[in-house]
């Protein structure tokens, strides 16, 4: 009799813990990314990897641009203090501004959050794989996917030591109180941003700079001029192969409608353009200037002028060596 119920109890017990273990893995399978725990390090903070960086994070990988407010009132929109601190959120009734027409008309709620170090609302918590894992993989603290418009699919291309380097640079910054909201996803969105985040398996390692094809070629995916300037379908992350850096992607700014450049060396695109032209072209930008709103633009103008005529000159001699592509303006 005894055995009999202990039995009973025991396969009650199993069973519920075979539907626990189904429902959860039902919920990884449905709520969460694929994902590894964060990598286990520790950046050493040297002055050099500070200031590589300072320029990465405020000049080429544009972080601060979208963690900051911006001044619409001059030209690239620089960003404003408080630095870092994040940026007011996009909502099912924001104004369209971006790549596509809704793209900032958000099926919830979406705040860009804090990147400074303090301890409540930035990252000063967070432990340096966790922002490596976040910035590179997609997924956030708590294990959930990051929305994509934080580009960490093009961020995964940062090599290890730019990586550092950046986190070097995270942890020196001014720390700011902010407060956003916690996110709000709508369903089905809820469960599709899940589906993004890829853990990165393999080391990151960036080309020489000896070598200025491929390291322009690097620079130009990682400050996303890739991203802005090859079009793609509505409905895809990745721009048309044959028509990389071909320009012609349509962005909304003000109830304007511009279209990105194309980057390749045909009669429409960089084709007459000198090397010292196409520095010039983002050096007179240095100090941001004054401009009507119906004259702006998406393109983060100031952040680029602080690249180093180097890095420009590099991103100019791999853009020569793409095949032209004639300039075809996508639909809206
Ligand atoms: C194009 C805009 C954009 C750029 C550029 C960008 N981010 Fe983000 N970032 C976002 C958005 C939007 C989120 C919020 C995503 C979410 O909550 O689902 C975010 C989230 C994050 C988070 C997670 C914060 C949290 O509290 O969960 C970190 C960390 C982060 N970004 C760091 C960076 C760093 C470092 C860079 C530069 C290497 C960067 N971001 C560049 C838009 C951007
Ligand atoms: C956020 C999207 C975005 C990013 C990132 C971006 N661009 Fe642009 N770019 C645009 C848009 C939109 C235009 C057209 C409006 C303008 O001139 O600013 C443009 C225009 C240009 C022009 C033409 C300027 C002229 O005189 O007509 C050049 C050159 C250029 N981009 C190069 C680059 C390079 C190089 C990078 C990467 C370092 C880059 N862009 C990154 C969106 C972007």
């Known amino acids: 009799m005894l055995v009999c119920a202990m039995k009973k109890i025991l396969l009650a017990f199993v069973g519920v813990i075979a539907l626990a273990l189904g429902a959860a ?21 040297t002055p050099e990897r500070v200031e590589r960086g300072r320029y990465l994070v405020v000049n080429v990988l544009q972080c601060i641009d979208c963690h900051s407010e911006r001044d619409w009132n001059y030209y690239g929109g620089p960003p404003v203090e408080p630095i870092g601190a994040g940026r007011s959120c996009m909502d099912r009734n924001s104004r369209p501004r971006g790549v596509n027409a809704g793209e900032e008309s958000f099926p919830g709620r979406l705040c860009i959050r804090n990147i400074t170090p303090d301890p409540e609302t930035g990252l000063g918590n967070w432990t340096d794989g966790e922002i490596v894992r ?6 956030s603290r708590n294990g959930e996917g990051l929305f994509p418009i934080m580009p960490y699919f093009i961020y995964r291309n940062v090599s290890d030591e730019d990586m550092n380097a950046v986190v070097a640079y995270l942890r020196s910054m001014k720390p700011q109180q902010s407060d956003w909201p916690e996110r709000t996803v709508d369903f089905p969105m809820s469960s599709l941003i899940q589906l993004w985040p890829t853990p990165l398996e393999e080391a990151v390692i960036a080309p020489e700079p000896s070598n200025r094809v491929a390291y322009g070629e690097y620079l130009a995916v990682i400050s996303r001029c890739e991203f802005c300037h090859t079009p793609r379908s509505p409905n895809s992350m990745e721009g048309y ?25 045909d009669p429409s695109g960089l084709g007459s353009w000198s090397r010292e032209q196409f520095i010039q072209r983002f050096k007179i930008h240095a100090q941001p200037q004054q401009v009507s709103p119906e004259n702006n633009t998406l393109m983060n103008w100031n952040a680029f002028a602080g690249m180093t005529e180097e890095d420009l000159g590099m991103l100019y001699d791999f853009f020569m060596t793409l095949p032209p592509v004639p300039l075809r303006l996508e639909p809206i």
């Open 25 to 45: 893995s039902l919920y990884y399978y449905l709520f969460l990314p694929k994902q590894r725990p964060a990598p286990d390090l520790q950046v050493e903070i």
């Open 134 to 139: 976040a910035v590179r993989e997609g997924v």
């Open 241 to 265: 192969p044959d028509r990389r850096f071909g320009g012609g992607m349509p962005f909304f700014l003000n109830g304007q409608t511009l279209y990105s450049m194309n980057l390749t060396p």
